[in-house]
């Protein structure tokens, strides 16, 4: 509804979400969360969009609710207040638009597509370079600064409900031998397992530690840092959607990946930035 009117098209999208719907008689709810980047009057700012719905045949209740930010991964706690908010009852059929803005410098540092020691990680041929190796960026890809991160939305009212979501953009070449990360932040106590599904023919995709060897799955219970790793044979153009889907205990997030290979001819510096969409249902 709102994201796709913003969504470069030659970069992998991740979107990490998880979505509590409020009870059998819940009638407003989150349909869709977007947010971008703008130059505030106290310097880079965030607006964060958040569409609640009301497909029910009667008015809905008054919404009450707040939203915090997280690090970019899964099953993490919040990390600070980003805005309160009031969603006023919304006839049958209708749509309410809540808008939360805050300044860039307080919210968590975005993550990054090199490994610790700040080296691009997307390496021409060859396999993954080990940490603290420069490596090169390759491709000449649109790069639309956006913060990448997460965030918890808890709301009251109409049976209540929660939407975590997480966002982050890779850039994907063509290129033979170009591998592309991005990092990914995990915290389950039991140890998250996880999965790919969809990928499409010609398209791979990993789940790497930050010493680019395979990930366990399960993942190590506790905090623990992996980066997604993606690759693909196809031309220029080429679009790929597929998921990595990850489970702790009772609560699972889907990373859904939207790719189109760009064009991989000369190196350009990137920055982290985030659109995308998911929605999974997440027992309270």
Known sequence: MHLKQHLPPVFLI???GLVAAGGANARGTLDDV?????QGPGGPSVAFELTFVNPDGTPSEQ???SMNAQQFGAFLPDEGLICNFTVPSIPPGGTQLVVCTIE????????PR???????????GGPPLPPGTPGTLVGDCPVVDFWAGGVDIIW???GGGQAIVHRGLLPVCARAGAISYIRLQTNCSSGAS??????CPGWNANLVTSQYSQAPNPLPPGPFTVYVEVFTSQSQGAVCDFDLNMVCGQATASIHVTGEVCDCERPVAVEPSTWGRIKSTYPR
């Not at 977007?34 to 703008?38: G, K, L, R």
């Open 114 to 124: 090199y490994d610790e020691a700040g080296n691009f990680l997307v390496v021409p």
């Open 156 to 158: 009251t009212g109409d």
């Open 63 to 65: 919404l009450n609710g």
């Open 14 to 16: 991740l979107a990490l």
């Open 34 to 38: 977007s947010w971008s980047t703008f």
């Open 104 to 111: 860039l410098e307080d919210l968590p540092p975005a993550p």
């Open 194 to 199: 996880w999965s790919f599904a969809n990928l």
